[in-house]
């Protein structure tokens, strides 16, 4: 049984531009490969405790050439919470997608220095290269990627 709801389900097909917007801040996904691509709102749609973070979305490519969710943060301010709540969602969601490479991304309007010492930052940086993925930060209004 999934742990994605239908309603969290914002769209699932192989549109050429796939994109989130909140705070501002903008993930875009250029999809020039034709992969099906299922967006999901994830914070205030799926299940969550009291206590419990969520990130935003998450997109993924369930393809044979490529298995790949991306958890995506979009924050005005405050990148050390967006830490939290990528780890969070991940370790909820790591067996929806075992066999995926599992790619955080955290768009922010600024850089805070030192987060890349926090130990949330490692333990994430830990987990997503773990799962042959990546972690990255965009410190713009908008951030693209090609797949």
Not at 10 to 39: P, Q
């Amino acid at each position: 049984m999934s742990l994605i709801l239908e309603k969290c389900v914002e769209f699932n097909d192989a549109r050429k531009i796939c994109v989130a917007t909140e705070n501002k801040k903008t993930y875009r996904i250029e999809n020039n490969s034709g992969f099906r691509i299922r967006k999901v709102r994830v914070d205030g749609c799926m299940v969550q405790g009291h206590s419990e973070k969520r990130c935003d979305f998450l997109f993924s490519i369930d393809h044979e050439a490529r298995r790949t969710v991306f958890f995506v943060e979009l924050k005005g301010g405050a990148l050390s919470k967006a830490l939290q709540q990528l780890l969070e969602s991940i370790k909820y969601l790591i067996k929806e997608f075992a066999g995926y490479n599992i790619e955080a991304r955290i768009v922010g309007s600024r850089d805070v220095p030192r987060l890349t010492s926090l130990p949330e930052y490692r333990e994430l940086l830990v987990l997503v290269n773990n799962n042959n993925g990546t972690l990255v930060r965009a410190t713009n209004n908008i951030y693209t990627e090609k797949v």
